[in-house]
């Protein structure tokens, strides 16, 4: 459920991501305070669920940045998070590009 959560919260505010580092994971949101709220609510339960997340959301003006850290054993998760933020922002060009 919250897989689909997190593609709702990438497909509406995701607007980049970067690797900082093997373990890091930078994603950057736009939409200011309603999305910060929604990114801390959503990467709360996943942390309670799934404890080797570290989770840490910052917001600027409209500026939203989600830092996702996980320990070397669960690079392969952060992976599959990465696949699925840039699956959303491929679509998202593609659709730009149609039109």
């Known amino acids: ?7 709702g919260l990438f497909a509406a505010s995701l607007h980049g991501l970067s690797r900082e580092e093997p373990g890091l994971l930078r994603l950057r949101l736009h939409g200011g305070a309603d999305v910060a709220s929604r990114a801390r609510e959503l990467t709360a339960r996943e ?9 840490t959301v910052t917001r600027r003006g409209q500026r939203v ?12 998760v952060l992976d599959g998070v990465a696949a699925q933020a840039a699956a959303v922002l491929a679509a998202r060009s593609r ?5």
């Open 1 to 7: 459920m919250r897989l689909a959560e997190f593609e």
């Open 47 to 55: 942390a309670e669920c799934c404890g080797f997340f570290d989770f």
């Open 65 to 76: 940045t989600v830092d996702v850290r996980v320990p070397q054993d669960k690079r392969g």
């Open 95 to 99: 659709e730009g590009a149609g039109r």
